[in-house]
């Protein structure tokens, strides 16, 4: 029987190269026999109803028999999750990667090297008390970095070089929830980007940025195609199993003696870029495990 899906993606973030990759996961479908329809988020309105919960408007047709879930709508998600439908990535994983704080917590107590981290208290409104920051001062040391939880392309992460600058973006992020963090010297603007589906890891690259300490292709990093070392490929796949993915991009740094140690889960990782760097189709790995779940 031939499978039926969606693609969901972030209807209001339709730039051009969201747009290329939609399309290349229908093409790509397409081969695998597989019936694969775009769907934007926001054409499904989670909507409660006489105390239920549905997606309007109806649309025609049988539900899907799953959903690539591109984008980071959690009720969306968890509704689709709730009438039914298998998701890749779930809800959960999706929400665990989000978020930076969530995700270095759900990985802590298994064994798994990360940076040391503290996840700064909630406040509500200003911050009127900083005196939390001699303990952060104490554990980390300077520089240390801080990164807001939700962000990505390295834009939201900060190098924080003294006290005074500390204070000052602790000021200015204030309610915004974010991460005080280890700064890892030895991996300054390099680290691996591995993509894994299933339990395997199916491409990684190096990237290398000069003059800063942030890797991300955005910020000016260079791509190179990378053969990952068996402690790397452990790591990444530990990791994406731990917060319960089927696929992630998963981001390395490295430690002193070059071991491996875990920086981020992206649950929504481009396949762009990897592709140009090493030739490999993610999507053709993705569309295929998707077939041999269900
Ligand atoms: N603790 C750290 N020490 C040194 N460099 C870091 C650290 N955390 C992140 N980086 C660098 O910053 C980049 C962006 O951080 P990351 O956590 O991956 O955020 P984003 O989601 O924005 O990509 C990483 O790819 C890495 O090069
Ligand atoms: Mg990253």
């Not at 009438?83 to 779930?90: A, K, M, P």
Request: with cysteine; hydrophobic share 40%; glycine share 8%.
């Amino acid at each position: 029987m031939q499978l039926k899906g969606w693609i969901i993606y972030n209807g209001n973030l339709y730039t051009q190269k969201f747009s290329e990759q939609v399309e290349w996961l229908l093409r790509t479908a397409s081969q695998f026999d597989i019936e694969l329809e775009a769907v934007a988020n926001h054409e499904l309105l989670v909507t409660i109803d006489g105390g239920n919960a549905k997606l309007q408007p109806d649309r025609p047709g049988p539900a899907p028999d799953f959903v690539f879930f591109w984008d980071k709508d959690l009720f969306l998600a968890r509704q689709l999750e709730q009438q039914g439908i298998r998701l890749f990535n779930s809800a959960r994983a999706i929400e665990i990667c989000d978020d930076k704080a969530l995700t270095h917590q759900q990985l802590a107590n298994q064994g798994i090297p990360m940076p040391k981290t503290i996840i700064a208290p909630k406040i509500y409104r200003s911050v009127q008390d900083d005196r939390h920051l001699t303990q952060v001062i104490e554990t980390l040391g300077f520089p240390l970095i801080m990164k807001e939880s939700f962000g990505s392309f390295g834009e939201q992460v900060y190098y924080i070089q003294n006290e005074r600058t500390l204070r000052q973006k602790v000021h200015e992020l204030g309610n915004t929830p974010y991460i005080f963090q280890q700064y890892v010297q030895s991996s300054y603007g390099k680290d691996v980007r591995l993509h894994v589906v299933g339990d395997r890891v199916v491409a990684a690259m190096l990237r290398k940025a000069e003059g800063d300490f942030r890797a991300n292709v955005t910020a000016g990093g260079k791509m190179f195609p990378y053969q990952p070392t068996e402690a790397e490929k452990a790591l990444a796949v530990r990791c994406s199993q731990l917060v319960g993915a089927d696929f992630t991009g998963v981001d390395l740094l490295f430690g002193a003696n070059q071991e491996p140690i875990l920086c981020e889960i992206n649950s929504n990782a481009h396949f762009k870029n990897i592709y140009d760097c090493t030739g490999i189709d993610l999507t053709k790995a993705m569309l295929g495990y998707i077939k041999e779940q269900l």
